[in-house]
């Protein structure tokens, strides 16, 4: 409810409302992929699994993330797998589905195309392969395109070196924002074809037409439309997009959707050079599982639990096994949001339940290392000690939230912003363990807490300064 | 910088900025205002102050509520020291500020008006007066009004029954947008004069024909426009103002003033019955003083501080006073926000401070507590569930923070989050204290904020499906 009202409120703002927008989008989703077969045997490459989501699954959510939840899906080859695999997508999104069957798929993918004329109705759409990984950025420049006299337009790439597999590409040769030229084979060319096309009516009568000559290339339509100067570039330079029809695009598309997990999220030092490298490999496993993040949140929660049980013991190994327990929930706690992102499933009530829950987690490990402490050391302030440290713990996270909450701003990523989050404290904690001094180490990290809370507090009072 | 740059999103929002709205008013604080006199002798009647801020500051800020950052003040009795005194107020606000002396000003309020043509010059402006105290919605409603055929836009109220003085009310005679007569004594009317206006260039020329005729007061003015059918009625019944021009109406301002701090404030059940009636009246005492909000907020944090020294000794009778000086922490609390609201001189900056140094207050006082207990009892878990409990005030208050920064909105306002709010947990510190039970009232206070915790997290769950 409130993601839809949210992207619908940046769509106002980034997309300009006011301009005419397609809402549906023709996905071509025929072709056999034979050189993709190896993956899931039998599995009509649509449906073949990229880190968890189905490719076409993938496509859908770009569109969707750019505003569309209409899809107008033409299958062939293995159609009835295909449908039904569609369908269980479709219902599990919300996506408002319709399956055309084109019996002359092999022709090529302007027959498949001109599968979809009567569906589309001669709406303004957007018209993609199932097969191409695209990021939503793209999808939605050649949404918010406008047109200029035109009949079709085509996201094109002007940095060929980019370009992950040119031998493959189709060409294209631009000039200002018309295309002049289309094809395989052509010889000057300065720009590839993503597969990302915006069209509405007169584009399947150009499809007509070149059938009629027994050409049934998508590129063959366009071809004709260009050569009558009525083809328009939208330039996408600079977004990702990878044509997934070989084993090689398909490990390159992996890499990619994995380099994109870390992007925008804000980690500190432990959590960007020791603990992202192995959560990101652990999701990549738990990707292919049913697993949810939810799950995963739930899971480190106990693991804490069950740390704590452990650390509160006089024996040192169970303190070791306690330790190492602490730095793997600490871990595995970045798999919930990566698996989120990756599966597009991430909910805002589950990241809540999981911020409440590590904030638990850490109160259970540090009391356990407390009450230890406290058999161990006779002296009258190791609980003190510990109930300030306990709390600068919580306060550490409260500070920062605080500052967004009243400034409606993020106090910026600083060192000290870095220095007092979950990471390195979690980390401290495991370490002191396994060297047999958890308590010096809720000490240390206590301290560091506070005085991140103090540095934070000057300095976002000056930053602050006049709100 | 961050609060203009919301001031403007709002007025983007809600007052459509396509349209064309005022941005000077026009301010005439040139009478003697011989009534309120007794006030503060010899102060002009505009510099009067009422609970810490002279009337006119009151009315500009009104106004730069409703975007309007210039003003055109005419002056008459006593101008060199009411210039002075607006000087002060312009330099301390970042006001643009032009005086305009009318040496005819005891001839009447047309007069005053026709003083300000020149430095107008022809532009759309807002013209009020300057002991009229104003809610800012009814400024920007004439603000946003459309002109409609019209030389003079008149706010007028038509619940007369709700008019403060009606003996002393200028009388309009509305028929749908159209004002027919105005006057003081006409004898068919169905609404007041609220004394703002909104005009352009031909006001001043119909000030110019009266006072040709030897008629000097604003509303002959308005009488000729009506009379040719150019003068509009913008109904802002239901909106606040009142004319201070009596002793009865200033005790009349100080108790809306007072009434309107506790709007919009979420207050817990201790706040709302109990800290909220003491601190308004401290407020009100504290307002005419220069003491600052964070003044306050600090001056509370030391207080608490003290408290929790006394709480942390052996004496039973240090306890007693500890837990009133926790109480009264807690009342006194409440005096930065209404001190903050009452003088208009709030920053974001400083609420943020505050939150922090309640935390830290809280933790002070509950580990003096926690500490003096083990002392008492021989038991190895008070310091474990006073940890937990110390955990448990600042959990308290994270869950719904991070709920409102993952949501994008509150969670509302229901019994869980009432209960587990700092007022009503210091009140059981404090009556803890003074009962002779200060750490009982410590785990009372902790579990139920666990258990509150508790409640929000599967409450805001189900709240926030779909998020």
Chains 1, 2 share one sequence.
């Not at 980034?14 to 992929?33: F, K, Q």
Request: charged letters at 20%; hydrophobic letters at 45%; aromatic letters at 8%.
């Amino acid at each position: 409810m409130c993601s839809d009202q949210q992207r619908t409120d940046d769509r106002r703002v980034h997309g300009r409302a006011d301009a005419e927008r397609p809402e549906v989008a023709v996905i071509l989703a025929a072709g056999e992929g034979s050189r993709m077969a190896a993956y899931e045997p039998g599995t009509p490459k649509p449906l073949i699994k990229l880190l968890g989501l189905p490719l076409i699954e993938r496509t859908m959510l770009a569109c969707r993330e750019a505003g569309i939840r209409e899809f107008i899906v033409v299958t062939g080859y293995e159609h009835e797998r295909l449908q039904a695999g569609l369908e269980q997508i479709a219902a599990r999104r919300g996506f408002n589905l319709h399956c055309v069957f084109c019996p002359e798929w092999s022709k090529g993918n302007g027959a498949s195309a001109l599968a979809a004329a009567e569906a589309v109705a001669g709406r303004d759409c957007i018209l993609m392969m199932a097969d191409h990984l695209v990021e939503s950025g793209l999808i939605e420049r050649v949404c918010t395109a406008d047109w200029h006299d035109a009949d079709v337009m085509l996201a094109v790439d002007t940095d060929l070196d980019a370009v992950h597999d040119p031998d493959e590409v189709t060409r294209v040769a631009v000039d200002g924002d018309r295309i002049r030229h289309i094809g395989k084979t052509i010889e000057e060319w300065n720009a590839a074809d993503t597969g990302v096309f915006r069209c509405r009516g007169p584009l399947f009568d150009a499809l007509r037409e070149v059938q009629a000559a027994g050409r049934f290339g998508l590129s063959d339509a366009v071809q004709l439309l260009a050569g009558r100067g009525r083809a328009q570039a939208v330039d996408v330079t600079g977004c990702q997009w990878l044509d997934v029809d070989t084993p090689a695009a398909y490990r390159e598309a992996k890499r990619r959707l994995m380099a994109s997990l870390t992007k925008g999220t804000q980690d500190g030092f432990v959590s960007a050079y020791l603990n992202r490298p192995v959560s990101l490999r652990l999701s990549a496993l738990i990707a292919n599982t049913p697993v949810t993040p939810n799950q995963i949140t739930i899971v480190c929660f106990l693991l804490m639990l069950l740390a704590a049980g452990l650390l509160a013991s006089p024996w040192y190994w169970a303190w070791v096994l306690g330790g190492l327990l602490v730095q793997f929930s600490s871990i595995a706690d970045g798999c919930d949001g990566e698996i989120a992102r990756l599966k597009h499933i991430g909910s805002r009530r589950g990241a809540w339940l999981d911020t409440m829950l590590d904030r638990y987690g850490d109160l259970a490990v540090t009391l356990a290392i407390v009450w230890r402490a406290a058999q161990r050391y006779v002296c009258p302030y190791v609980w003190p000690a510990g109930l300030v440290a306990a709390a600068g713990f919580i306060l550490a996270s409260y500070v920062t939230k605080e500052f967004a909450l009243r400034m409606g701003w993020s106090y910026p990523d600083d060192v000290l912003n870095r220095l007092k989050r979950r990471d390195l404290r979690l980390l401290a904690l495991a370490a002191g363990a396994v060297l047999g001094f958890p308590y010096v180490a809720v000490l240390l990290a206590g301290a560091l807490s506070h005085m991140c809370i103090a540095g934070i507090l000057a300095r976002g009072w000056m930053l602050a300064r006049g709100c």
